[in-house]
């Protein structure tokens, strides 16, 4: 593409980013950086629908850019980098994480917040992988009768916690059990965790290693969702809306989703790109932070495919950072 080309499919992008309208070419040729004349821009418009950068929602109508014609606008701006946060956000950013405190999943659900406050897009943050992290304090306790409730801490902070249905376990069978966990787990790794030295009640032994292999079931670092609600601002159609709020409840999904992006290569997906097809009219953007050089887990912003890309690429790329300093530190 030349020059020219490019920056009226840049400039178009800007405009329909700002307005949420279909760009004329008389809004590009007041631009004062565009030397040429709206006849010129005109035509370089439609060469760039023909091309599949631009389209036309109505024969009366602007053009507004493809998929095509963002993923060339993100290239481009990604070409030198992630670009700078405002002074005010990079002043909100550092503020936050110098008063970043407690576990870390309420560290992590706070970062999920801020993004969202900064950006008003949905904003996931992918926690660390457990399975490094080892047994600090088991418990098993009664809900209520048949329900009980297995709860591990592990050395990372992180908390797991798991539902068991029995039948007939009475209190002291259920006392038992725990004790047992105690004994067996604390200290162990939760990729590994060692089996339950068995003890004189075959029914103590049974529930105790109901209660292990909940425990020690493979977890996916937990999502931490902030501003879903903001989703609904994005989007005209409601179907829409309901369709991305579904995907934001899956964590499973969205753990899967960021993971293959990041592995792809990927810092921003464009609408088909995230190879979901609820997610056709959205655009993800994603980081992974790293901690003590290790990657740890995933940050990402989805928005609609007309979000403001410069403004999230860097608003992702400083909070990954810093989360991972955050982390690294304990603070």
Known sequence: MDDRKASILQAVVEAYIETAQPVGSGVIARDPKMDVSAATIRNEMAALEREGYLTQPHTSAGRIPTDAGYRFFVDQIGSSGPGRLSDVDARRVRTFFDHARGEIEQRLGATSRLLADMTDYAAVVVGPSRDPAR?????????????????AVLSDGAIVKQHLTVEDASAERIAAAGQALRESLIGGPLADLPTIHPSSDPAVDTLAALARDAVAEPVAGLVYVGGASRMAGQFEAIETVRRVLAILEEQLLVVTLLSDLVNRGLSVAIGSETGLEPLSECSVVVAPYQVEGEEAGTIGLLGPTRMDYPKALATVAVVSRRLGRSLEAGA
């Open 135 to 151: 047994i600090r304090s088991v418990e098993l306790v009664e809900l209520v009768p048949g329900h009980l409730l297995v709860v």
